[in-house]
């Protein structure tokens, strides 16, 4: 996953899930047109995502500030689940490739913001062949 920062915005990184001390933020890469910094994402709590950067001690942003792109290539569908599970429910279904905001994440999977054939945005799990982590370029 990588930071998003598609206003320009910057996105910090707290010590706790209740967010309330700043360890350090992360600004976009403008060269890069506002490209973030990719890190692992461990699990999500509350309002919060937890992360790790490189080696560092986990740190914790707030839920919808990470992102990755959509591996829905060659007309392939995007579907999104209701819940982690390819039986459950379908929320959402979209053919554009996309970059999805991350607001959680069970095992594998993940829970993320996409916008469906109608240009409506929906909230659904979609499974790791779906997933692809950088920012710059699309996966194999």
Known sequence: MFTLHESGEEVIFYTDCNMTEARFTIHPYKSENNAGVMLELIYSLDDCLCVKIGDETPLYCPKGSLAINTRNYNDT???????????????????????????????????????DDQNIECYGWIPPEMQCFTPWTSCP
């Open 77 to 115: 569908l995007l579907v999104l689940y209701q819940y982690p599970d390819r039986d459950s429910e379908i929320s959402g279904f979209s053919s554009l490739q996309q970059t999805v905001r991350i607001y959680g994440i069970e095992g594998d999977w993940l829970y993320v913001k996409a916008i």
